[in-house]
């Protein structure tokens, strides 16, 4: 089993660097006088005491940070739990934090890892809808950051919830507004966590089979981030009001792409107890050889050679992530099965047994595939000719079975739940089957139709309308704009995150009976305003994507 510890070139926490310390550093440290270069300010009187002046003070193994209270939420941003990745440590598992004297702002939130940014006219009505080109924080390769709301800093015995955010493997951040966590923390008294980390190439640049052992590591260096994030949990969430015996782990989208994957991790287990996955159940991940081909079309478009792979680190990031987008999604950048840190693809054949002890909740929504379909003025010929490019033959069958289903949708709907099924749906399905049939922890299986009123109701059920909603947050325009039924979803749906947080079960008087999956009679939570369980609601469609049809 791999041990991340002896990946990393650590430097010393807190706790050991006092203890080995010259008694002149000691005695800086305590008195909280600030050495240059440290990125901490002057250091004030520690512990709760602070809070009632409205400056929480919280300790972790590599000093000290200073929050602020939202609406009795203890909040504490941008706090480092790795080094920065940049030069000798791109492409390289992480390493630990510098520890730092006095008390350090953790007030705004930290950098989000290198991407590509949306703006202006290359936002879609979608990405406006959801928010998802909002993201605080400025952009560096020092992305190793995370997020920290919590109702106190006195109870160590409450849940952890800790999000993966979405954007695939390449794009978004902890800090975007559908991630919020004080709504969450302060409905569930919850510690919420989110985490910045390496994305596309810096994350999951396989070049272990072009550079050697000294890039090892590289096709996963994102997913080793978040395992340092959950170490840093596990670590230190106790002076934060956390239960580090209790961990959450979830995401929606990529998220749960994340999510999916962590269970496959050996470097993973123990850290977490618990998981969820939101429209992003991912059975597999990339194969050394789709990686290596990746690879090398991005080290062409730079123009570099596979025996000069120390360039690499002296290239601008910017360049990097321009390099990468022209690659294309064809040759996307995510975790490698590369037989050691991933040795196996996260659900497939089956669930993985190292995560057998570990409950799930799986669930998608009825339109996920809206977040790609822009054909909104769809009639019922286009319908036909979208359905035969993707389904050959069968596009008769296929269009009066859902036809049937969904007698009063718009064209651009039902092509949107066909495409959802096809993908989404039959991900989750898959995901839920196997875990159930593993016969260890259970699973929970949903599917969200409760549609987005925003922009008139045109994307349906949308891939990440559940995503605030999660975090009890229904302010947003995609989620209802805090509209009292809004406000219902977000108190069903957080209702059941907060239970399956506490006890690995989602049920909760917020919610009918929710039995566990099985793959006989496939009980599902339907989330909408009549929530309800229903048994194989997708009986008669369900089998158009099945394996083997």
């Known amino acids: 089993m791999i041990d991340r510890r002896n990946l990393l070139a650590t430097r010393p926490p807190l706790a050991r660097f006092l203890a080995t310390a010259g008694l002149g550093c000691a005695l800086l440290l305590l008195t909280g006088l600030v050495l240059t270069g440290c990125g901490a300010t002057e250091a004030t009187a520690s512990g709760d005491a602070d809070a009632s002046a409205g400056e929480p003070i919280a300790a972790t193994e ?25 030069g000798e440590n791109r492409f390289k598992p992480p390493t630990e934090p510098e520890p730092w004297t006095g008390v350090r ?117 994102g997913m080793l981030d978040l395992v340092a994030a959950l170490e840093w949990v596990r670590d230190n969430i106790t002076g934060f009001g956390g239960d580090p ?50 690879a090398e079309a991005l080290l062409a478009e730079l123009g570099i050679d596979a025996g000069q792979l120390e360039k690499l680190r002296e290239v601008p990031y910017a ?23 991933l040795p196996r693809h996260p659900f497939e054949p089956d669930a993985p047994e190292i995560s057998r002890d570990v409950p799930m909740i799986i669930g998608f929504t009825l339109d996920d595939a809206a977040l790609s379909l822009t054909n909104f003025d769809l009639d019922e010929a286009g319908l036909a000719d979208a359905v035969r490019r993707l389904t050959g033959d069968r596009t008769d069958e296929i269009l009066a079975a859902y036809r049937e289903a969904y007698p009063d949708a718009p064209p651009y709907l039902v092509q949107s739940r066909i495409v959802t099924d096809s993908r989404f749906g039959r991900g989750a399905l898959l995901q839920a ?71 690995g079960n989602p049920n909760n008087p917020e919610l009918p009976e929710w039995p566990a999956y099985d793959p006989e009679t496939r009980p599902t939570m339907i989330f909408d305003v009549d929530t309800r369980v229903e048994e194989d609601p997708l009986a008669g469609l369900r089998e158009f994507w099945e394996e083997g049809s």
């Not at 590599?62 to 940049?86: C, K, L, M, N, W």
């Not at 936002?123 to 106190?152: F, K, M, Q």
């Open 245 to 294: 015996g209790n961990v959450m782990i979830w995401g929606q989208s990529g998220g749960g792409a994340k999510t999916s994957t962590l269970l496959a991790m050996p470097a993973a287990k123990g850290l977490f107890h618990r998981a969820a996955v939101q429209s992003g159940s991912s059975l597999t991940m990339r194969t050394p050889e789709q990686a290596t081909d990746a």
């Open 319 to 341: 360049d990097v992530v321009a390099a990468q987008a022209k690659v294309g999604a064809g040759r996307g950048f995510a975790p490698v099965v590369d037989g050691e840190v």
């Open 433 to 503: 089957e196997r875990k159930a049939q593993q016969g260890g922890a259970p699973a929970y299986l949903y599917l969200w139709t409760w549609e987005s009123p925003g922009m008139d109701g045109k994307f349906g059920a949308v891939h990440g309308v559940d995503v605030g909603l999660a975090f009890h947050n229904s302010s947003g325009e995609i989620a209802g704009a805090d509209s009292e039924e809004g406000r219902l979803m977000a108190d069903r749906l957080a209702s059941a995150w907060v239970a399956f947080a506490r006890t």
């Open 62 to 86: 590599y000093g000290q940070v200073r929050g602020e209270i939202v609406d009795g939420i203890y909040a504490f941003r941008g706090i480092p739990y790795g080094g920065s990745t940049a």
């Open 105 to 221: 702002d953790a007030i705004e939130y930290g950098d989000r890892a290198p991407q590509t940014v949306a703006s202006g006219d290359s936002v879609s009505d979608y990405a406006r809808l959801i928010r998802w080109s909002e993201h605080p924080g400025e952009i560096s390769e020092d992305c190793l950051v995370l997020n920290v709301w919590t109702p106190g800093l006195d109870d160590s015995a409450r849940p952890v919830m800790v999000s993966f955010h979405g954007g695939g493997f390449t794009s978004g951040s902890g800090n975007g507004h559908g991630y919020v966590g004080d709504p969450l923390a302060r409905y569930g008294d919850v510690v919420v966590v989110t985490v910045n980390h390496r994305l596309g190439a810096f994350g999951y640049l396989h070049l272990a089979d072009l550079g050697g052992p000294e890039y090892a590591h590289s096709g996963n260096a």
